[in-house]
């Protein structure tokens, strides 16, 4: 069992960042692929990015070279650095675990919110 707890959502203006963050509860997490995800209004759950075993790293192709994951497996966290953000990544956030590089894990964390926004 994995209990996942987001943090450092919020309304920052159009070209400014946030860094997420993602504490994770269980002895195991080292295991796991760790990957965000985030859904805006109206529109599906869809991947931001996901960070393997080894820190080998994949992300959504509308967030490449903005965006940077990262996991610290001394404190069982993992991060989701964000910068030049624009409107359209509005959405709430979700941290996920447990799964592998190529699929999404059962566990899930509440969301936090990022509006971008003038």
């Known amino acids: 069992q994995v209990h996942l707890v987001e943090s450092g959502g919020g309304l920052v203006q159009p070209g400014g960042s946030l860094r997420l963050s993602c504490a994770a509860s269980?002895?195991?997490?080292?295991?796991?692929?760790m990957a965000w995800y985030r859904q805006g209004p109206g529109k599906e759950r869809e991947l931001v990015a996901r960070?393997?075993?080894?820190?080998?790293?994949n992300y959504g192709d509308s967030v490449k070279g903005r965006f940077t994951i990262s996991r610290d497996n001394d404190k069982n966290t993992v991060d989701l650095q964000m910068n030049s953000l624009q409107p359209e990544d509005t959405a709430v956030y979700y941290c996920?675990?447990?799964?592998?590089?190529?699929?999404?894990?059962?566990?899930w964390g509440q969301g936090t919110q990022v509006t971008v926004s003038a």
């Open positions: 960070i393997g075993t080894r820190n080998n790293q």
């Open positions: 996920n675990g447990g799964g592998s590089f190529d699929s999404p894990g059962p566990y």
């Open positions: 269980g002895s195991s997490f080292m295991i796991y692929a």
